[in-house]
């Protein structure tokens, strides 16, 4: 809460993000096999692994159990109710000095993450509660000063993750990827789903099985 004088401003509902440097993985493994052993397409933009389930290869069990613990640690922050957790679907995304991802939300899944096993340029994260073309149809269409000091104008919100850093966010949450810096960046994306009994009793789902274990 900010006060002057009498006027308070006051901050509610905030989205929240997850960030974590995990120094025990072996970002050079994770390298050398993305970019050597694994199968790769091109999606227009840059170069993504074949498979959906790259978290379950045993190279990777290690991140894996980590992207578990952090990702129930952040829904636990944020109170929400569940029996359990899956991934649903993982893979690789490679990219090229100058190429960048479009802005976008993952459908399907309620929080989605990355780990960077290179260092990445930008990730950037757009406001849900201005009136911009990537939130909510917007009521008026307002000309804005954005303060750097201020971050309640701010239209998006970037980080420069690092090597071993893991991060977290609602699938919800739009964001992008602007022109890379790096000759190589390289990050493993996921999304993950509640697994078995989760939600009110008049409407509670319950999901037992996954191919994604």
């Given at each position: 809460?900010?006060?002057?004088?009498?006027?308070?401003?006051?901050?509610?509902?905030?989205?929240?993000?997850?960030?974590?440097?995990?120094?025990?993985?072996?970002?050079?493994?994770?390298?050398?096999d993305?970019?050597?052993?694994?199968e790769?397409?091109?999606d227009?933009?840059?170069?993504?692994t074949?498979?959906?389930?790259?978290?379950?290869?045993?190279?990777?069990?290690?991140?894996?159990?980590?992207?578990?613990?952090?990702?129930?640690?952040?829904?636990?922050?944020?109170?929400?109710?569940f029996?359990?957790?899956?991934?649903?679907?993982?893979?690789?995304?490679?990219?090229?000095?100058?190429?960048?991802?479009?802005?976008?939300?993952?459908?399907?899944?309620?929080?989605?993450?990355?780990?960077?096993?290179?260092?990445?340029?930008?990730?950037?994260?757009?406001?849900?509660?201005?009136?911009?073309?990537?939130?909510?149809?917007p009521?008026?269409?307002?000309?804005?000063?954005?303060?750097?000091?201020?971050?309640?104008?701010?239209?998006?919100?970037?980080?420069?993750?690092?090597?071993?850093?893991?991060?977290?966010?609602?699938?919800?949450?739009?964001?992008?990827?602007?022109?890379?810096?790096?000759?190589?960046?390289?990050?493993i994306?996921?999304?993950?789903?509640?697994?078995?009994k989760?939600?009110?009793?008049?409407?509670?789902?319950n999901?037992?099985?996954?191919?994604?274990?």
């Amino acid at each position: 809460m900010n006060q002057n004088n009498n006027s308070q401003f006051i901050d509610v509902f905030p989205t929240v993000l997850y960030y974590k440097v995990l120094n025990n993985i072996n970002v050079n493994s994770h390298i050398n096999d993305i970019l050597v052993n694994q199968e790769k397409i091109s999606d227009g933009i840059g170069l993504l692994t074949t498979g959906d389930a790259l978290l379950n290869e045993k190279l990777y069990k290690d991140l894996k159990n980590e992207i578990l613990v952090a990702s129930k640690e952040y829904l636990n922050e944020k109170g929400i109710i569940f029996e359990d957790i899956l991934i649903t679907n993982s893979w690789a995304n490679i990219l090229n000095k100058g190429d960048r991802i479009h802005n976008h939300y993952h459908s399907n899944s309620l929080i989605s993450g990355a780990f960077y096993v290179t260092d990445s340029s930008l990730m950037e994260f757009y406001n849900p509660t201005l009136d911009n073309p990537l939130s909510t149809t917007p009521f008026f269409n307002f000309e804005r000063n954005s303060n750097e000091k201020n971050h309640r104008t701010w239209n998006s919100f970037n980080l420069q993750p690092k090597s071993g850093t893991l991060l977290i966010f609602p699938s919800w949450l739009y964001h992008s990827v602007p022109e890379t810096i790096q000759d190589t960046r390289i990050s493993i994306a996921f999304n993950i789903f509640p697994k078995g009994k989760f939600g009110p009793k008049a409407s509670y789902i319950n999901l037992t099985n996954n191919t994604h274990e």
